[in-house]
């Protein structure tokens, strides 16, 4: 299409620390997906006369990352509810809005355009729910998991709460095999995320991409 006839305008959508925590969120995500990988099958083999720890130091990344996605987690809760902008929380409505979901669901069958409240449509909207949930989820078995090594320090001050929750879960595999099995939910959210991301933006024709890094979305005028 030649974009230079079509009158386009530019709103401000995310304030940096929503961009900020994305993309650090996402250094995270990568980072654990492959230190805990290493952790639950240990591809590299140091040589047998070398005295570099590699499962000790790919098992202190996977914690240093995993206490930055724990913050992240709870900080990106509170701007969620409390950040000065409320173009998040808008989206809510259309997720309660029935017409709201036809309308995004056509839309993506190239049958008329999506009209939302807010930001997100409300598939997104329960989309970035759920692996917030599963986020959380992660954080919590892997704190459980960090207790029962760290007896000391916040592993000791967590032992209670970490003992109950294995307990609840069925004993420390389960911790384990449940945080093994959310590993694999980031995984299919980020490939379908990046996706979304780039065909939503070709299919809308605005800069959905690009948004997450300068903040600003382009798209179409509204007539
Ligand atoms: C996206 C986030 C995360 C991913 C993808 C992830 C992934 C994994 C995986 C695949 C394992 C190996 C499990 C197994 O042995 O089968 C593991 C172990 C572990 N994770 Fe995570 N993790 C994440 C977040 C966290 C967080 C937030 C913490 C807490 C600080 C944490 C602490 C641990 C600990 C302590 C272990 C070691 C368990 C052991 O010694 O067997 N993880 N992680």
Excluded at 34 to 56: M, R
Excluded at 114 to 140: M, R
């Amino acid at each position: 299409m030649d974009t230079q006839h079509v009158p386009y305008e530019r709103a401000f959508i995310f304030s940096a620390a929503i961009r900020i925590f994305h993309w650090l969120r996402a250094l995270a995500i990568l980072v654990l997906v492959v230190t805990g990988f290493y952790i639950a099958w240990p591809f590299l083999v140091a040589p047998s006369n070398s005295d570099v720890l590699v499962q000790g130091w790919i098992r202190f990344a996977h914690q240093v990352f995993g206490f930055l996605l724990c913050a992240i987690t709870l900080a990106r809760a509170y701007l969620f509810f409390f950040s000065k902008s409320d173009i998040e929380r808008r989206s809510f409505q259309d997720v309660t809005n029935i017409n709201s979901w036809i309308t995004q669901l056509k839309s993506y069958m190239w049958m008329g355009h999506l009209d939302k409240k807010g930001v997100y449509g409300p598939l997104q909207f329960v989309t970035y729910f759920a692996i917030s949930v599963i986020a959380a989820l992660i954080c919590i078995t892997g704190l459980v998991l960090y207790a029962n090594v760290y007896h000391e320090g916040l592993g000791g001050m967590l032992w209670n709460s970490a003992a109950w929750i294995t307990a609840q879960m069925g004993g420390l595999a389960q911790v384990r095999l449940w945080h093994h099995y959310f590993t694999w939910v980031f995984i299919i959210f980020v490939v379908i995320h990046v996706y979304m991301a780039v065909w939503t933006g070709i299919r809308f024709k605005h800069n959905s991409v690009d948004s997450i890094v300068s903040g600003y979305d382009y798209h179409p005028k509204k007539h």
